[in-house]
């Protein structure tokens, strides 16, 4: 028995967006109870040329529905980048985690030997699927995903590396 | 086509490990040119109850071999936690590194439906070798591998997310 392209991505997605939107949870309430200005979090940075918060989670969500999109071989939906409370964060991970759930399952299990491009002009890459998943795209997600969780943990929040593992 | 179990394990790990020693020798040089102590960087953490460097990379290294072995159905070698600088950390990568390459490729190709066992006790947890692959262990790998990351460059380490990526 092989690994499906399904198998590996999309249930993937989910589960680390899940921890993604549970840690951002607990975020907001230490937020509150600590009187703590969420923005003092939203914008927290681990080195002042690194991506804040917010903007790791906006990454993080578009590498999984980029990475779906081109999988099933379906339009990569644009989302502008207008989040800026926890609201809207835990607003773009649901719009993402459906989008993800919406794409055939069929065309993203036949896609390890498709063809796929990411960017363009100068920047623009050539993949087949496989590599594009293993090697590309889930080093990124899991990239931004972990920044985000060690942005909030630097700062306080009590977290734990099950909370990032989450479930599935 | 599906996703081979091996292209989704060995080569991903070699290719995370690479980008870790290069992280790494990076750091040493930064540590060098900036006159700064290289147990400040080893010893480094992002708060007070999180692993320091040191301990971020061998257990980075760890996942890969535990992985390895459990798939490919041979015993997980013990490394004893003996490094104390940047030269015994390139060693332990380096030997993680031989070891997942020395596991034969065909054991690991066959193992996505295979009974895997973690731990012992009351932690002890039963995957298939598919779900443990993708939902356990790379999560963790990539947990650690990011983490080191982030710790070095928020000590000023020049080094950008292409250096994370690697080459693959």
Redesign the interface.
Known sequence: ?????Y??SV??FR??LGSLAAILEKAESHADLKKVEPQALLQAR??PD?FPLLRQVQVAADFAKGTVARLGGVEVPRYEDVEDDFAGLQARIAKTLAFIDSVPREAI??S??RDVTVGSGDKQREFKG??Y????S???F??HA??A??IL??N?VEIG?KD??GS?
Do not use: C, N, W
């Open positions: 028995m092989s690994l499906s392209m198998t590996a249930p993937v589960q680390v681990l080195f690194m299990e036949d390890a030997d496989q590599t998943l293993v090697h590309y889930l080093p990124h899991y990239f972990t920044t969780y060690a943990r630097h306080g590396k990032f593992i599935f």
